[in-house]
């Protein structure tokens, strides 16, 4: 079992810049991924970022530029930097991981275990 607890979420605005963590604990693997979700209400949950355990990255296109995902694998925490955030960045966020990868995949069904979310408000 692996659990995930995020923190960092809260009301900012528009410009603004917000950082969440995800801490990771329980149970340890050599290849995974760790990915970042969003979701709005009535709405499925979106890929925003991801890392895998070797570094590489992926980012959906509209966060491009403006956020960046990271990892302290000493403190088994993943990072997500918003910058320059927006009113449509508004969501729950969530951490995730995922199991016995090399990449990073981008499909929510492909990670094993979920954090609790954590909200980001964006205000105009």
């Known amino acids: 079992q692996v659990q995930l607890v995020e923190s960092g979420g809260g009301l900012v605005q528009a410009g603004d810049s917000l950082g969440l963590s995800c801490a990771a604990s329980g149970r340890t693997f050599s290849r995974y991924a760790m990915g970042w979700f969003r979701q709005v209400p009535g709405k499925g949950t979106d890929f925003v970022a991801g890392?895998?355990?070797?570094?590489?990255?992926r980012y959906e296109d509209s966060v491009k530029g403006r956020f960046a995902i990271s990892s302290d694998n000493a403190k088994n925490t993943v990072y997500l930097q918003m910058n320059s955030l927006k009113p449509k960045d508004t969501a729950v966020y969530y951490c995730a991981s995922a199991l016995n990868r090399d990449t990073v995949p981008d499909q929510s069904t492909a990670y094993d275990y979920w954090g609790q979310g954590t909200q980001v408000t964006v205000s105009s």
């Open positions: 890392i895998s355990w070797s570094g590489n990255t």
